[in-house]
């Protein structure tokens, strides 16, 4: 992390000497804005602003406060960008889209007064330096750290104005010990359902005493023994560790999360086959936060796409839980209808649920009288099961819920209806999921689809409770009165509607204690523990018992230990009975401690799993606020001034987040959820990380593949009578998103050389509206460098380098022009539309090129400057200086303007005669009505039509049209 001076620019005045010097061999004009005159003046402002900290913002307390407190009177603006992973690959022109666009937002608030944090960090940990370090013995760290260079170098080429103090990367152990202590905070809490928020497990203790907190199990809290309390308490953290169902990947040595498996079933990455198994994994207890996590979107500005994406993943679907006795068990399933019960005609299990075993021990040995369909070519329920466990145990939930064919096999026991008592076949079938739900559905089938199709592959009944469909072929899932629902021990919800039915079944119910309302949630907890070795440690050891331990605070940040091999030990792809083994299990000095926790030095062990890949995003954001705190994370004053909630509906965050659509659910749930926490425990006064988000668009380039269907560099292909060639041989075109499977990158490093970075940024910002993807055409770059020529131009002689600009008055026309520009461009940074600042710029540019050859006034070009700056810093900073002023650009005020100006001052108006447009007037934009129909009448065409006739109606609507109506 680097440490710079204090900003000083725009408080202090600062000597400036020129500094173009024309390049001996430039071609043209010794004074024409090219690649080495932008090349050259962008490297000198771009040491400058380093060296003078332009961009720090400071902070209410700690060390980055002002020497002057007059500083933290302005407002204050937080952006901030996606950070990125530092791939050895760099940058291609893609990656930088969003991070000028935050870049140009940013200088655009600076001067408009604002004190804004805009900088960089670098989320480090991952797959890619590890899987380096295990082909090549190179410590993550070292590429890592090598990645991180060659990136800041490029994105320093783009001059960003980021505070480059408040840089930091996720591996530094300064920045993972905070990671570390918030997963302690998290594990030291516990949800309190009342309170719907986290709080300090140290309060759980007195509350399952007294019973005002229920105990799980038959024992009263205050009967067991100390194991047996730790038990219970560890159940209730909000990171806790369980025995549970996780995608295993052999292939790749590592358990995965259910979004890093493809939709059949592979590993994202490898694409290696992933199979469902049983480990004991640390889970962090999102779901807890379920409702607040949908309910609080309500008070984000974020696309509602993102919205809803987070609502689906999320998944809240209110039902009941009804109770089936089946074989001396009690079979609890999950319906969102449970107003069609009488409609039910078998239940399925998934095959992994529990009570499976249970219920087979009370099956009869063979099948009696099941149909063949049934039984799965076996003779009794228990082989039957067996089989179809085997074979279906690479199944991913996705296929298992896609398979339209719908199979499983019969258990040989029969559950009771409990509104009419009829006995219900009991299937296992994998088209229901262990991990939703009670695991266990009741069949519907004449109104639910898959239950249709399991039903007409096992021959089952279709019994009709909806009135208004035709069942035989197709479910009717449609709305209807209920038909042939009522039994004789007083539920009759014939005739009644869905809502109705759903209501007076719950309550019947829940009467007999055969069944609940329940709210059922999509989300699942997130397994949080991954078998690598490029990733946080876990901060907590195990005693004898296998119990965990918090490390306490002094004994963090837990680094990771050296180890010879990066490889966790990795299987066979389809071994689906390995066990993971991950590598810092090899680092035996390293996983047996003895320590004092506070009852005398003790053996301990240390968790051998890191922490998941989405751990440092979670919560970086409030890194940024305060990097260099060795006390907190972030001292909440400081939180509270740039994070703060404003307002009584806000819950404060970040005022502008940038980034792609695709972390819409992964990176802004985790992020949270574990915002929440530490808001509830205290530790930070807004409830929500992003207070607004935006995502922008993708750059996309031609691509080209080979014969063979294989991608070649597009950089390397030829066009001739077009067709297109790569070594000879003929390739084909396509067109996709930029990077570095298709081979169309490009680098900005070769823009920034060929033109310079200010023509890149001009270029990029150009392209289209932000949030749309846009096609790269290197060809086009060039427009973007011959505006900034002209504006170049509108200041210095390209031949002596003098100023051109005349003192000369604006003219009424050129102060239209230049209040219209400002009112426009003005608006378009507010609501980031680059694109169109960018368009006004270049209307402006030329109107004065065309009005003014040899010199333009000085008024009508320095607020150009100014405006133009947040898109092109250099040149803008280069002509500000050159104009005499001084201070940096960056802090000029942003020019106002007159709205006396915007006014049209005479309008056009159609003139309709009888209906028909006969005539177009001009008329004073403040004309009275009494003015226009005079003007209108005058006018010759009118005149024509009206000779001779009556005019008995005028009809004027302002600003629009003017309607005469003669005989
Ligand atoms: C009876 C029924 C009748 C159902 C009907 C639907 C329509 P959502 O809305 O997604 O929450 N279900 C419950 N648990 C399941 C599991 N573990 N695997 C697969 N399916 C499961 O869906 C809830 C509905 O999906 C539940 O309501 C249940 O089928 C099924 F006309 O119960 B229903």
Redesign the pocket.
């Known amino acids: 992390m680097c440490v710079g001076k204090r900003a000083a620019w725009g408080v202090e005045k600062l000597r400036y000497l020129p500094m173009t010097t024309p390049s001996e061999n430039s071609q043209g004009p010794a004074y024409r804005y090219n690649a080495e005159l932008a090349n050259s003046l962008e490297r000198t402002w771009q040491q400058r602003w380093v060296a003078e900290g332009t961009f720090n913002a400071p902070n209410p307390v700690g060390d980055l406060a002002p020497a002057d407190p007059a500083e933290l009177e302005k407002e204050k603006l937080f952006v901030q960008d996606m950070f990125p992973y530092p791939s050895g690959a760099g940058l291609h022109v893609g990656h930088p889209l969003g991070y000028i666009a935050t870049d140009v937002f940013a200088r655009f608030n600076r001067q408009l007064g604002k004190n804004v944090l805009h900088t960089l960090g670098y989320d480090a940990f991952g797959l890619p330096a590890e899987q380096y370090a295990i082909q090549t013995g190179t410590h993550p760290r070292a590429t890592t750290m090598a990645n991180i260079e060659n990136m800041r170098r490029q994105l320093d080429a783009l001059g960003l104005g980021h505070d480059r103090r408040r840089s930091v990367a996720t591996t530094d152990p300064e920045f993972y010990k905070w990671t570390q202590w918030i997963f302690l905070q998290i594990f030291n809490s516990w949800f309190d359902t009342k309170q719907q928020k986290a709080r300090p497990i140290d309060e759980l203790f007195p509350l399952l005493e007294s019973g005002e907190v229920e105990t799980p199990g038959e024992v009263p809290f205050a009967q067991l023994d100390e194991v047996a309390r730790r038990d219970v308490i560890d159940s209730f953290r909000l990171v806790y560790r369980s025995e549970s169902m996780v995608n295993w990947c052999p292939g790749l040595g590592t358990v995965l999360a259910n979004e890093e498996v493809t939709a059949d079933g592979r590993s994202e990455r490898g694409n290696f086959p992933v199979f469902r198994k049983k480990l004991s994994q640390w889970m962090m207890r999102i779901t807890a936060y379920s409702d607040r996590l949908i309910d609080d979107l309500d008070t984000l500005d974020w696309p509602e796409k993102v919205k809803s994406m987070q609502r689906n993943w999320i998944?809240r679907?209110r039902?009941a839980e009804v109770h089936f006795d089946a074989a001396g068990h009690r079979i609890t399933?999950?319906?969102?209808?449970?107003d069609?019960?009488f409609?039910?005609s078998y239940l399925v299990l998934?095959p992994e649920h529990e009570l499976v075993d249970a219920l087979l021990a009370q099956a009869p040995d063979a099948y009696q009288e099941a149909p063949a369909k049934w039984t799965y070519g076996e003779d009794s329920p228990a082989a039957a099961v067996a089989a179809y466990r085997k074979a279906i145990a690479a199944k991913s939930d996705v296929e298992r819920?896609e398979n339209k064919k719908k199979t499983g096999v019969f258990l040989g026991v029969y559950a009771t209806n409990p509104v009419n008592g009829e006995q219900l076949p009991v299937f296992i079938g994998d088209?229901?999921?262990?991990?939703?739900?009670?695991?266990?559905?009741?069949?519907?089938p004449?109104?639910?689809e898959?239950?249709h199709e399991f039903a007409l592959e096992f021959d089952l009944p279709l019994l009709e409770v909806?009135a208004g469909g035709e069942v035989a072929k197709e479910?009717f899932?449609g709305e209807g009165e209920m038909i042939n629902s009522a039994n004789d021990e007083g539920l009759d919800i014939n005739g009644l509607n869905k809502a109705e039915a759903k209501k007076a079944v719950n309550q019947w119910l829940e009467q007999r204690g055969a069944g609940e309302e329940k709210i059922?949630y999509?989300l699942r907890d997130w397994l949080f523990a991954r078998q690598r070795y490029w990733g946080e440690p876990f901060p907590v050891v195990y005693d004898e018992h296998g119990h965990a331990h918090a490390l306490p605070e002094s004994m963090l940040p837990v680094e990771l230990p050296e180890v010879e091999d990066y490889k966790p030990v990795s299987f066979e792809p389809d071994d689906a009975d390995s066990e993971p083994q991950p590598p810092l299990a090899k680092a035996s000095d390293w996983v047996t401690v003895e320590l004092d926790l506070g009852d005398g030095l003790k053996t301990y062990t240390r968790d051998t799993n890191v922490m998941p890949q989405w751990a440092g995003s979670s919560w970086y954001q409030l890194r940024y606020i305060d990097p260099n705190n060795t006390q907190a994370f972030c001292d909440i004053e400081n939180e509270r001034y740039w994070t703060g909630p404003r307002g009584e509906n806000d819950p404060g965050g970040v005022d502008l987040y940038v980034g792609g659509v695709e972390h819409a659910v992964l990176h802004l749930l985790y992020s949270r959820f574990w915002h929440k926490v530490l808001f509830d425990l205290g530790f930070v006064s807004s409830s929500e990380p992003y207070r607004k988000l935006f995502n922008q668009g993708y750059i996309q380039a031609y691509a080209y593949t080979d014969a063979r269907g294989v991608y070649v560099p597009a950089a390397e292909v030829e066009q001739r009578e077009g067709k297109f060639f790569y070594q000879g041989e003929e390739v084909f075109q396509e067109y996709g998103k930029m990077g570095k499977s298709l081979k169309n990158s490009v680098s900005p490093d070769e823009i920034c050389r060929d033109y310079g970075a200010d023509t890149l940024r001009v270029y990029e910002m150009a392209m289209g509206p932000l949030d749309t993807s846009r096609p790269w055409a290197t060809k086009d770059v060039i427009g973007a460098h011959r505006f900034l020529q002209r504006l170049w131009r509108l200041v210095v002689s390209e031949n002596s380098g003098e100023l051109v600009l005349s003192d000369s008055e604006l003219t009424q026309e050129d102060l239209k022009q230049l209040h219209r520009t400002i009112a426009g461009v003005r608006e378009d940074y507010t609501e980031l539309r680059i694109n169109t600042v960018v368009a006004k710029c270049i209307e402006y540019v030329n109107y004065l090129t065309k009005t003014y050859p040899n010199g333009a006034p000085r008024e009508a070009v320095e607020p150009l400057v100014i405006m133009i700056a947040a898109v092109a810093p250099h040149i803008a900073e280069e002509l500000w200086h050159r104009l005499g002023n001084s201070g940096s650009v960056a802090f000029a005020p942003f020019p106002d303007f007159d709205e006396q100006w915007l006014k049209d001052d005479e309008v056009e108006m159609p003139v309709q005669i009888n209906g028909k447009v006969r005539s177009r007037i001009m008329v004073p934009a403040d004309a009275s009505q009494e003015q226009i129909i005079e003007i209108a009448l005058a006018n010759e065409a009118v005149a024509a039509h009206t000779e001779g006739k009556e005019v008995f109606k005028t009809i004027v609507v302002p600003g629009r049209m003017v309607n005469l109506v003669v005989k």
Not at 333 to 338: A, L, Y
Not at 431 to 444: P, Q, R, S
């Open positions: 998944g679907s039902g399933v999950f319906t969102t209808r449970p069609t019960l409609g039910a998934a819920q088209y229901v999921l262990a991990g939703y739900g009670t695991g266990a559905v009741m069949a519907v004449a109104h639910d898959r239950d909806v479910a899932t059922q999509k």
